[in-house]
């Protein structure tokens, strides 16, 4: 039995090293197969040791993914560098990948050119990787500066947003009040006014 369950762990991280290598993949299938095969194993195990000695591959590949993917690659690609930082905890591993890919997932959360579902997913893994890695003070309101500035944005522009923009919206006010309960009093109360 003890035999059994080491050669599963093997076979386990075998293919997470797979999936990883296929993130440089010139095919964009092979891509997005790995991204959402590196999103199941990261969301049902702990790989903790793995991926902090894989973290830099891992985190340039999916800053390519992000930067020259399409909707549905960078969407996953967003939603993989989320668990990626929950894996990674608070700790510096997790504070570098942050703050390597927070320009991207801002950039891509800003543009509205961007697939929609990218945007929402761009939303959501900059609150919750600022939640858990985010360093300092300075992170946090920048964070909730985008995303208040996307609300704004999308208030101003209309009234009733479009069915297409009311999930990043939604993401957008998630992100923005998980980011709430961590900040300074001084924040909360200017956010109040």
Avoid: Y
């Amino acid at each position: 039995d003890a035999q059994d369950l080491l050669q599963a762990q093997e076979q386990r991280e075998d293919k997470l090293k797979e999936d990883i290598d296929n993130l440089t993949d010139k095919s964009t299938k092979t891509r997005v197969s790995a991204l959402s095969s590196l999103r199941l194993a990261l969301s049902s195990q702990v790989h903790g040791d793995l991926l902090i000695e894989r973290r830099v591959t891992l985190t340039d590949a999916l800053e390519r993914c992000l930067k020259k993917g399409k909707d549905e690659e960078q969407s996953l690609a967003a939603v993989v560098l989320s668990l990626l930082c929950i894996q990674l905890g608070s700790g510096p591993e997790g504070e570098d990948v942050f703050h390597c890919l927070k320009p991207l997932l801002i950039s891509i959360l800003s543009d509205s050119s961007a697939g929609v579902t990218a945007r929402q997913s761009c939303a959501s893994a900059l609150g919750l990787c600022c939640f858990i890695a985010g360093a300092d003070v300075e992170d946090l309101i920048s964070c909730l500066s985008v995303l208040e500035g996307i609300l704004t944005l999308m208030h101003s522009e209309n009234n009733s947003a479009p069915t297409a923009l009311q999930g990043l919206i939604c993401n957008s006010i998630q992100s923005w009040a998980l980011l709430l309960t961590i900040s300074p009093a001084s924040c909360i109360h200017k956010t109040l006014e």
